[in-house]
């Protein structure tokens, strides 16, 4: 499909993932695995339309005070993610507190951006990632370099936020980056991603009247 125009950043809150699990008989631990399928379809319609940047959401800090079952079943997913990206032409950069015991320390030679392939296209994962983490783990006294402190400061702005599960909220998405970016939700779950779903998104965004406050 062509668009007059694209979004250089979009970020993506692949949300659902348990009630989709639970809506097929599963356990919800069991629909976070489903989810590495979709994100990969994205890629790959992003890399063909030429897409700059793309941030996804992995797991947050506050996600982990869910039962074990399922914070294994996320972080396992993400280093999953990131195994089968390393096959692929991207350059990717973990972002999360490393400090914590629940972060997958498969995934620390990552928090350094890494170039796999032909590095097509940056790539952010974010990955027991937390909004007050972010803004506040490199605080410095000189207030004129905030953006520059930032754990996140890597990360360029958002465009375009597209939210899956039926959700009208951020969770906590980068809130810097995300400051002046336009969101779009889906009601369908994660793991029954559609190419549509996307392409939807990019014809919302094409009718967006893009000012940046000005």
Known sequence: MNFNRLPNHIGFIPDGNRRWALSNGLQKHDGYDHGIKPGFELYKICLELGVKELTFY???????KRPSAQTEAFRKACVDAVMELSNRDADLLVIGNTNSPLFPKELIPFTN???????LMKINFLVNYGWNWDLTSNISSDSSSFISNLASKDISRIDLIVRWGGRRRLSGFLPIQSIYADFYVVDDMWPDFKAEHFYNAL???????VTLGG
Do not use: P
Request: proline letters at 0%; aromatic letters at 20%; a neutral charge.
């Open 203 to 209: 014809e919302w965004y094409q009718a967006q009247d």
């Open 58 to 64: 992995g797991f947050t800090q506050d996600n982990t």
């Open 113 to 119: 951006r890494v170039k796999f392939g032909k590095g």
